[in-house]
């Protein structure tokens, strides 16, 4: 079992930052292809971007590339999201999610992640 603990959520201003973490149980995080979503009350969970366990290859949902950043580092077994000019709109419960060990990745399919944290609130107000 994967357990997946994010943090580093908060809130700030539309402009600033935020690096939100998600630490990983797994004995084998390298392979594990990792996602990060989003989700509004009422609404379904929205794909962020996501990383491949194998060459890190990250895949970025249209409104937040060019913006948001996602890295590994296996060594910690942690999941980043790099989130700089944040709007408004990027207000939401940010998710953490693995994916099937050695499986494809990174994809936008909610059903292909197998493991959820818990969440992280990220507030962007005006």
């Known amino acids: 079992q994967v357990q997946l603990v994010e943090s580093g959520g908060g809130s700030v201003q539309a402009g600033g930052s935020l690096r939100l973490s998600c630490a990983a149980s797994?004995?084998?995080?390298?392979?594990?292809?990792m996602g990060w979503f989003r989700q509004a009350p009422g609404e379904s969970r929205e794909f962020v971007g996501g990383?491949?366990?194998?060459?890190?290859?990250?895949y970025y949902a249209d409104s937040v590339k060019g913006r948001f950043t996602i890295s590994r580092y296996n060594a910690k077994n942690t999941v980043y999201l790099q989130m700089n000019s944040l709007k408004c709109d990027d207000t939401d419960v940010y998710y953490c999610?693995?994916?099937?060990?050695?499986?494809?990745?990174?994809?936008?399919?909610?059903?292909?992640?197998?493991?959820w944290g818990r969440g992280t609130q990220v507030t962007v107000s005006s």
């Open positions: 999610a693995a994916g099937r060990p050695r499986g494809v990745g990174p994809v936008a399919d909610v059903r292909s992640y197998e493991h």
């Open positions: 797994a004995r084998t995080f390298s392979s594990y292809p």
């Open positions: 990383i491949s366990w194998i060459c890190g290859n990250t």
